[in-house]
């Protein structure tokens, strides 16, 4: 092909960077649905496979840019950085609590608010305990690592309202998106098993399981229309962790080991 077409190409790119990143993102999704098609007969959604290529794809970004955004670092797909971000993110979260029957919503009552409390204490006390195990031993640390646990945005916020350093608060990333892609991935497989099939089951699974993008990928694969109502306690549960991590659960890791 021409080079300059190519360049005409990237030149679209760059200048129409978000449009471009809906376009790349999209064709990533498409690819991901057919291999989970083919190769695991919708056993696996496609959004799991869709993170894991996602992250597979920002880590050879990374090495061929030397930088720390990923594949935005890459001037035609620094709309992706955009897209990725904040705004959009929340934007898409909020949205899908528009679809929620409110009449359905409140038939969750004590059960989703137990569901949220636990959800959020025991995925701390496991990543809290999977740090000291790897030797980290400073309240700060462990704290961070186990928010992580909780969500991969309940991580770095609690980890950048505390003072931690930057590998620690990767470290707490990499363990809540582990964490969401297990849930994402696992959820189909054990829908029928706990009877993960009404809107009151699929808001208790929200709050115990807390990742909003695990449990919307798992619901999608079981039952597209439990999406809204697991995703409305996950949400909860981002921002009730993001309460309690540089707070309640610092204050408490560093009553029990100091520093």
């Given at each position: 092909m021409d080079?300059?077409?190519?360049?005409?190409?990237?030149?679209?790119?760059?200048?129409?960077?978000?449009?471009?990143?809906?376009?790349?993102?999209?064709?990533?999704?498409?690819?991901?649905?057919?291999?989970?098609?083919?190769?695991t007969a919708g056993r696996v959604h496609g959004s799991a496979i869709a993170i894991v290529l996602g992250l597979v794809?920002?880590?050879?970004?990374?090495?061929?840019?030397?930088?720390?955004?990923?594949?935005?670092?890459?001037?035609?797909?620094?709309?992706?950085?955009?897209?990725?971000?904040?705004?959009?993110?929340?934007?898409?979260?909020?949205?899908?609590?528009?679809?929620?029957?409110?009449?359905?919503?409140?038939?969750?009552?004590?059960?989703?608010?137990?569901?949220?409390?636990l959800g959020t204490l025991l995925p701390f006390v496991v990543g809290a305990l999977t740090a000291v195990a790897f030797g980290y031993h400073d309240a700060v640390s462990i704290t961070t690592i186990g928010a992580g646990a909780v969500t991969y945005i309940v991580g770095p916020v609690t980890g950048a309202a505390i003072g931690a350093d930057s590998t620690v608060m990767a470290l707490s990333i990499a363990t809540g998106v582990t964490k969401a892609v297990m849930v994402m991935v696992g959820t189909p497989l054990v829908a029928r098993l706990i009877g993960l099939?009404?809107?009151?089951?699929?808001?208790?699974?929200?709050?115990?399981?807390?990742?909003?993008?695990?449990?919307?990928?798992?619901?999608?694969?079981?039952?597209?229309?439990?999406?809204?109502?697991?995703?409305?306690?996950?949400?909860?549960?981002?921002?009730?962790?993001?309460?309690?991590?540089p707070s309640l659960f610092f204050l408490t890791v560093r009553a029990l080991v100091g520093g």
């Open positions: 080079l300059s077409i190519w360049h005409g190409i990237e030149h679209v790119f760059v200048e129409q960077s978000l449009v471009a990143a809906f376009a790349v993102v999209g064709a990533l999704m498409l690819f991901s649905n057919v291999l989970a098609r083919r190769l794809l920002a880590y050879f970004a990374g090495l061929q840019t030397g930088g720390k955004k990923g594949v935005a670092d890459l001037p035609a797909l620094a709309g992706i950085g955009l897209m990725g971000g904040a705004m959009l993110r929340d934007f898409a979260i909020v949205a899908t609590a528009f679809e929620v029957d409110v009449v359905e919503a409140r038939r969750a009552g004590l059960l989703g608010v137990l569901a949220l409390a099939d009404n809107p009151r089951s699929a808001m208790a699974y929200g709050g115990l399981m807390g990742t909003v993008s695990g449990v919307a990928g798992g619901l999608a694969a079981t039952d597209p229309r439990l999406v809204p109502y697991g995703a409305l306690t996950a949400t909860f549960h981002t921002g009730i962790g993001c309460l309690v991590g």
